[in-house]
């Protein structure tokens, strides 16, 4: 399957969506309800993901029984590719935190189509570049910064993929979650939150627990 001739690949950019859309045999494309597991860990690791729409939260659990938050992604990422190296089984459980639009590509029909699809195989490379490079920061984050601006960078991180100008970004994660994936307690994490807002970060109500994110506010708190 050619994505498009190549007088069109130059005058578009690569569109993921589309392509997933109408990839053809080795995909499966399926709705997901807020809560359902799409993939468990300890599961056979045979296909990769790409997320149509919605989000998702990958959870890992330790052999003594801890649970912990390890990545949430969203519309138009890829998650599951570690199957196309040496991985063989899931080591993370994916659940859909509201309703998914998922495409799963088996790994053989991923492999194929990343050696015959330039476009997409210089877009999968930009994405795993970009997740080494937040798996990066994320490691620097947890060894050399306090919890106030590991909070302050992960409200930007989960923003990002809808900022646009100075719009306010929603958040919607609870503080527990939120605790959890900066390494500290929800009581502190409220107070950084109350902290936040009244430094016009952003827009937050205790009650409705609804956030809104100013990144490029957050932006300048990280930069001083």
Known sequence: MKYSSCESLKAAPFDAKVFFGNFGAGTTSERFQKNHKIYVQ???ADTVCFLHQGQVKAT??????KEAIVGIFHEGKFFGEACLGTAKLRTSTVVAMEECLITSVEKQAMLSALDSEPLLSAFFMTHLLS???RIEEDLIDQLLNSSERRLARLLLVLASPYHEGQKPIPVTLSQEVLAEMVGTTRSRVSTFMNKFRDEGL???DSHSRRIEVYPAQLLSLLGS
């Not at 890992?60 to 029984?65: D, P, Y």
Request: hydrophobic content about 40%; aromatic content about 6%.
């Open 60 to 65: 890992a659990l330790s052999e003594l029984g």
């Open 202 to 204: 952003i827009n937050y």
């Open 131 to 133: 997740r080494n490079v």
């Open 42 to 44: 300890g599961e056979a």
